[in-house]
């Protein structure tokens, strides 16, 4: 540790990120990082996920995912069957049949879960009642700052009251100019909220540049290729050997991980859920509504209601896949939105090393198995790469640099594990070139590394 006494307050790096989060402390010589995950120590990023009970206690991380399945599935359920309406058939004889549909609902309600907060930074109107409490989308985020903070001080046995936060280049959502400063302005109420009383910011792939200086003998310039859940962010410097730091340019794009996820729902997902069906006598085809709903996990969720299950047991009675109907009530019923998209993720890392993964999903009237082959995806994802290529060459371009002229390009993020982009990095830049830093942990390390220049005023690392 560094000279500083132990009463002393200290400032922390935290990498608020749209799936991962990760904190970290420099001491002056070591970057520690934090333990987020109280059943893994060793983690060092927690999934970016708030669960909220009916008492308003907070959980974070694996365990806020572990407390909703606990929630929906081993508490007490009152499932209760509903009369929701009739259908009456006319068959060609002339004779008319009419039925009760009723649906089976919990009455019971859990507690909410929250993913992809970072997210909605940018909405206009970012509010949710929460179980009688109006909260407010920097209330949410501070939830999960403030659990980080008090990790971070029962980890270092100190006091932690600074925090340099990273940002992303452009946040997702609404590009305007007043929306991203509403984001940012956001994030500074949620660190406030969170307790600590010095914020300061910084751009994640700038904190990813400083971490691979400071582990870099040899004078650089590299291109910081920064791809996680919700954003693509790039930036050229100049960094390593015993010179500060020059940032050359900085850019992004709203892009991550989160809408490949969606891109494999509806290309190989829908079906299974009855998006080609058909019901009634008309053979009206399936509300595109409810198909787009599977789009998000959390519209998923907000599908459990008895006028939704209602009106799906009407179809499932005349439709011509009444088993893909059932299908998606259980997918409502079972509250399977978060199994939903941590199988497709599951998948898509699968991809990161094989050339099959599986989309596995199972629960009552409802067994999914999709293969999804590594060209497939690559094909399906092809207008994704496109849009990173033009972003690479705008941002070289304001740089007024060409490939041959960057040293390293350094990938973190952790879609910038899949291979079709890894292979666009390669034939852009040659193999040689790109190169590998902490995929999850990189950006709150750089972060440690500001905070303790921050703090201390200096402008270069020992």
Do not use: C
């Amino acid at each position: 540790m560094s000279d500083r006494t132990s009463t002393e307050s200290i400032g922390i790096g935290l990498d608020f990120g749209t799936s991962n989060s990760g904190a970290a402390f420099f001491d002056g010589k070591y970057i520690i990082p934090i333990p987020l995950e109280a059943d893994n120590p060793q983690a060092r990023v927690a999934q970016s996920t708030l669960f909220i009970t009916n008492e308003h206690e907070t959980v974070i991380g694996q365990a806020a995912i572990q407390a909703f399945y606990q929630d929906h599935s081993g508490r007490p359920k009152k499932i209760e069957k509903i009369l929701v309406g009739s259908l009456t058939q006319v068959y060609s004889d002339g004779l008319e049949v009419t039925e009760d549909v009723f649906a089976q609902v919990d009455s019971l309600a859990g507690g909410r879960l929250f993913r992809s907060l970072k997210s909605e930074l940018t909405s206009e109107h970012a509010s949710t009642r929460v179980f009688g409490k109006h909260l407010q989308i920097h209330e949410l985020i501070g939830s999960v700052l403030s659990q980080v903070r008090h990790k971070a001080e029962e980890h270092l046995q100190r006091e932690v009251t600074a925090v340099t936060l990273g940002r992303p280049v452009v946040f997702s959502g609404d590009l305007s100019q007043p929306a991203q400063e509403r984001a940012q302005r956001r994030l500074m109420n949620a660190a406030d909220y969170a307790g600590f009383k010095e914020i300061r910011f910084e751009l994640e792939p700038v904190a990813a540049a400083l971490n691979y200086g400071f582990q870099s003998r040899q004078r650089q310039k590299v291109l910081i290729f920064d791809f996680g859940g919700g954003t693509l962010d790039l930036t050229v410097a100049l960094v390593g050997g015993s010179r500060p730091e020059e940032i050359i340019t900085s850019g992004g794009i709203a892009l991550g991980g989160d809408v490949l996820d969606k891109i494999l729902v509806q290309d190989l997902l829908l079906d299974h859920f009855g998006a080609r069906s058909t019901f009634g006598e008309q053979e009206s085809p399936f509300p595109r509504a409810l198909s787009q709903a599977l789009l998000h996990w959390e519209t998923i969720l907000k599908l459990h209601q008895p006028s939704v299950l209602g009106y799906l047991g009407l179809v499932r009675a005349s439709s011509n896949q009444p088993s893909r109907i059932k299908a998606f009530e259980s997918l409502i019923i079972n509250h399977m939105g978060v199994q939903l998209f941590k199988a497709v993720e599951d998948a898509k890392i699968e991809l990161s090393d094989q050339q099959l993964g599986i989309i596995r999903l199972v629960a009552d009237n409802l067994d999914i198995w999709q293969p999804v082959v590594r060209g497939q995806f690559e094909a399906t994802i092809g207008h994704v790469l496109e849009q990173i290529e033009t972003r690479i060459g705008e941002v070289l371009s304001s740089a007024k640099l060409g490939p041959s002229q960057i040293d390293r390009v350094v990938r973190t993020g952790g879609s910038s594990a899949i291979p079709s982009v890894i292979s666009l990095l390669q034939r852009l830049f040659g193999e040689e070139k790109v190169i590998a830093t902490d995929l999850f942990g990189s950006v709150a390390a750089g972060l440690a590394l500001r905070a303790y220049q921050q703090t201390d005023e200096r402008t270069d690392l020992l």
